[in-house]
């Protein structure tokens, strides 16, 4: 099972708004609503940020959100802030025989 | 509140096996699927295995199945991972992570590091 493919990095000003895409197939994010999206600073765990493509966990800021269209899944960060500035990984559920697969993950740098 | 604690990280030689183990507390662990997520030093995240709430149903990665088995003992509140037969590639951070949806991981533990190297 491949990974889901991520922009290496991206980057904003603060206050401005970066979109992060996460594609794959048809076989997972296009096959399935269970698109999810976890930030990780360095050194750091993972911490869900979206679940099942566009639902947020209480506690994470109204600032992220998340959409899919076809084979592609967006995470969204407006008004960034220094504290945004983290690895970003999707995931999506791949059915019965592959279960989980992580896309290759995105630095946000915030400038 | 949720915590989840790993342990079992180490070096060990390329073949040999190393059991991993995550407490949980803050939940109701007997009611959750769990997983095990790894994290190669520089890379992306990798999911390893899932078992469901009460152990009946277990998954497993391409890459380390028939190497790894993953367990529960609900009454300790604890997950495993036993990796035999252990290679260089497995060299990662192994985390745990709760269950509660398909296709969540809603709470992460801080991971344990295992390297194998001669």
């Known amino acids: 099972q491949s990974a889901l493919t991520q922009p290496p990095s991206a980057s904003g000003s603060p206050g401005q708004s970066v979109t992060i895409s996460c594609t794959g197939t048809?076989?997972?994010?296009?096959?399935?609503?269970?698109v999810s999206w976890y930030q990780q600073h360095p050194g750091k765990a993972p911490k869900l940020m979206i679940y099942?493509?566009?639902k947020r966990p209480s506690g994470v800021p109204d600032r992220f959100s998340g959409s899919k269209s076809g084979n592609t899944a967006s995470l969204t960060v407006s008004g960034l802030q220094a504290e945004d500035e983290a690895d970003y990984y999707c995931?999506?559920?791949?059915?019965?025989?592959?279960?989980?697969?992580f896309g290759t993950g995105t630095k946000v740098t915030v400038l | 509140q949720v915590q989840l604690v790993e342990s079992g990280g180490g070096v060990v030689q390329p073949g040999r096996s190393l059991r991993l183990s995550c407490i949980a507390s803050?939940?109701?662990?007997?009611?959750?699927?769990m997983h095990w997520v790894r994290q190669a030093p520089g890379k992306g995240l990798e999911w390893v295995a899932l078992?469901?709430?009460?152990?009946?149903?277990?998954e497993y990665a391409v890459s380390v199945k028939g190497r790894f088995t993953i367990s529960r003992d609900n009454s300790k509140n604890t997950l495993f991972l036993q990796m035999t037969s252990l290679r260089p590639e497995d060299t990662a951070v192994y985390y745990c992570?709760?269950?509660?949806?398909?296709?969540?991981?809603?709470?992460w533990g801080q991971g344990t590091l295992v390297t194998v190297s001669s």
């Open positions: 992570a709760r269950l509660p949806l398909t296709g969540t991981f809603d709470y």
């Open positions: 803050g939940f109701t662990f007997s009611t959750f699927g």
């Open positions: 078992i469901s709430y009460d152990g009946s149903n277990k």
């Open positions: 048809s076989s997972d994010v296009g096959g399935y609503n269970y």
């Open positions: 099942e493509v566009s």
């Open positions: 995931s999506s559920y791949a059915g019965s025989n592959n279960f989980y697969v």
